[in-house]
């Protein structure tokens, strides 16, 4: 163990090699090289297929085990000493007895391959949001997709030394037995397993694992905020340029809204959109009063399908080098990649993301409606400048959002910090394919956190209330739903690009250049407030779109009522006020 002489880590890695009794142990050092190596290594033992070298240069096709496709969270736990610290929206076992489970599974799962050893650190090494984490495992797919998602390497091991301070991650694939597949977190040990899977967000461990159900933790310790948001920059034509964080659920549009293209008009008057991240934030509050944001990743986990040169031509032009698709389908035709949405026109003949055979006749579809691309934050060509800034960004505006097909409104802004906080805790949006279970079910999922907070819910909305007081300048809080449909279930709004008509709003709020109505829920733009010139919406529509329908609402206010009540009395005061208040506007 020559790459490090930090003994905490030599202990702890010789102890997992023991049990777990790899063959061989290989130190990741993120060199071209070594990279190159484990590509030719995956491709010659068949778990990825390259494509075309002139049309995708160094990009790769996995497919996982058909029962391995997305996250699953009835087996993600939360294991702290006290099932109560958990709270009752995360799954709890014992710590010890968790840990017996897990030895049991790991306990000689690498006999015949190799354990990876990859230091890793979330956002720029050095930088004052930085943490660093070391995951072991015996999946050459989670390394190649570890070195695109986060900076790994050698530096990291340097930068950690002889400290203690890494969050210690054990993967194994094992025999991706589903009945024995274990997401777990020990917050209090700073350490995560994952078993029996070999998918995205369950074993990628810097994502939500570490990024946000850790992190979560931490920065409740140490008065910070592990989000599950995107970070984009807006720059207007005086140059000025506004920076907005949104926190949607999963497959609800934070990559596409991070990537996005101004509408023409837009782009003519000089508007341009810069991205700083399209999954996470680290938030921290700066010695200037502001809050300040970090995206801790290095890449983007992109949802594939519905990703075309029309709706996120950005997202598509990431994915054009050094790129690793899961589960989309192989076109045949040039050895490339498609999926549904891609394209107009699909591919004559393809493999399917099951490896047969598949036409436009096919009933199935090409790809799993989660497919994803794993691309380097590099290739992004509306990266911002800042992106790497060790300081991250100033943030102006907070969006909450989901898919709500009637009750939510367009947007609407909160009155403060708190009952942004309110407004966040009420989030409620339809199910999609990104987590395994039903579809389309609407649940409710506080600030997009329900799958990623790591400890209980309720304390988490006092962490964001007890923030607010730290913040001078806080950012002003709003709500969007892009997803509002008609009585024949279209979409309203045309989306996309056309998203920056209310950022546009929304930022100008900040900044007090923009008027606004009082309504139950906050503050919604007045006719006229939104410039929908070319959006192809017209003020009738518009006016819909911003209604707010009391009964649906009464409905949602006893609905809340009763969503509360699981957290017992550890709901803040200040939520319940709030839910007082609406109640009120309501009546
Ligand atoms: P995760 O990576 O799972 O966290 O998802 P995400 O929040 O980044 O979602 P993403 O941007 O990948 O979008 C998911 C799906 O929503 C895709 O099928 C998009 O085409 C669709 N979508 C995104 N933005 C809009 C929008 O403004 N309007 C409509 N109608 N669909 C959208
Ligand atoms: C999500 O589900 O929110 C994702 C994909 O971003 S995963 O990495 O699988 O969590
Ligand atoms: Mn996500």
Redesign the pocket.
């Known amino acids: 163990m020559n790459n490090t002489t930090n003994k905490h880590m030599q202990k702890w890695i010789s102890e997992v090699a023991a049990l777990a009794k790899p063959d061989d142990i290989v130190w990741i050092d993120g060199s071209a090289e070594q990279i190159e190596r484990l590509r030719q290594q995956a491709v010659a033992d068949g778990s990825m297929i390259r494509l075309n070298e002139e049309k995708l240069p160094n990009c790769f096709l996995h497919r996982t085990d058909p029962n391995d496709v997305a996250r699953v969270e009835g087996r993600t736990f939360i294991c702290c000493a006290n099932e109560e610290d958990a709270g009752p929206t995360n799954h709890w076992m014992e710590p010890s007895e968790m840990h017996r489970k897990l030895d049991g599974i790991i306990d000689g799962a690498m006999r015949g391959r190799t354990m990876y050893v990859i230091p890793y650190s979330m956002s720029v090494v050095g930088s004052p949001f930085a943490k660093y984490g070391i995951e072991l495992t015996d999946s050459t797919y989670v390394v190649l997709n570890m070195v695109i998602m986060t900076r790994a390497g050698q530096a990291v091991l340097d930068a950690i030394g002889d400290s203690e301070d890494f969050i210690k991650g054990i993967h194994t694939q094992a025999n991706l037995d589903k009945e024995q597949k274990y997401i777990v977190q020990f917050p209090e040990e700073n350490a995560i397993y994952s078993v029996n899977s070999n998918y995205g967000g369950n074993v990628l461990q810097g994502k939500k694992c570490f990024a946000l159900r850790i992190a979560s933790n931490l920065g409740r310790e140490e008065n910070w905020m592990a989000e599950h948001m995107l970070i984009l920059g807006i720059e207007n034509p005086r140059g000025e340029v506004r920076y907005v964080c949104g926190a ?1 659920p ?8 991070a990537m996005l293209i101004p509408p023409e008009g837009y782009r003519k008057n000089g508007w341009k959109a810069w991205c700083v991240g ?2 996470i934030a680290w938030l921290r509050p700066g010695k200037d009063g502001r809050l300040w944001a970090v995206n801790p990743e290095n890449g983007f ?3 594939a ?3 075309s040169m029309k ?1 996120n031509p950005n997202a598509l032009e990431c994915t054009r080098e050094g790129t690793i698709f899961t589960n989309v389908a192989l076109n045949t035709e040039d050895n490339t990649v498609w999926w549904e949405g891609m394209t107009k026109t699909p591919p004559e003949h393809a493999i399917d993301w099951l490896g047969r055979p598949w036409t436009p006749d096919s009933p199935d579809k090409a790809a799993h409606p989660n497919s994803r691309f794993t691309a380097p934050a590099r290739n992004c060509p509306c990266r911002s400048t800042e992106f790497d800034n060790p300081n991250g960004v100033p943030i102006s505006a907070i969006l909450f959002g989901g898919r709500r097909a009637k009750t939510a409104p367009l947007v609407y802004q909160s009155r403060d910090w708190n009952h942004g906080v309110f407004v966040g805790s009420i989030m409620a949006s339809e199910t999609t394919a ?1 987590a395994s279970g039903a579809v389309g079910v609407v649940r409710r999922d506080p600030m997009a956190m329900l799958p990623f907070c790591g400890y209980h819910m309720a304390d988490y909305w006092q962490h964001w209330i007890d923030m607010g007081k730290l913040i001078k300048n806080p950012p002003k809080i709003f709500n969007v739903n ?2 509002r449909t008609d009585d024949e279930g279209h ?1 309203i709004w045309p ?2 690009g056309d ?1 920056l008509r209310v950022l546009e709003w929304a930022l100008a709020r900040c900044f007090g250049e923009a008027g606004a109505r009082e309504c139950e829920l906050g503050y919604v733009p007045y006719p006229g407030d939104i410039n929908l010139d070319g959006s192809g919406v017209d003020e009738k529509t518009f006016e819909g779109l911003i209604t707010i329908d009391r009964d649906l609402w009464r409905k949602e206010a006893d609905d809340i009522r009763e969503y509360y009540k699981q957290f017992g009395d550890k709901v803040p005061a200040e939520l319940f006020a709030m839910l007082e208040v609406l109640e009120k506007n309501l009546s």
């Open positions: 949607f999963s497959a609800c549009g934070k990559t596409n809204l399209d999954d986990f992109g949802v399908p519905g990703t709706s990104a892009w997803f979409f989306g996309f998203n």
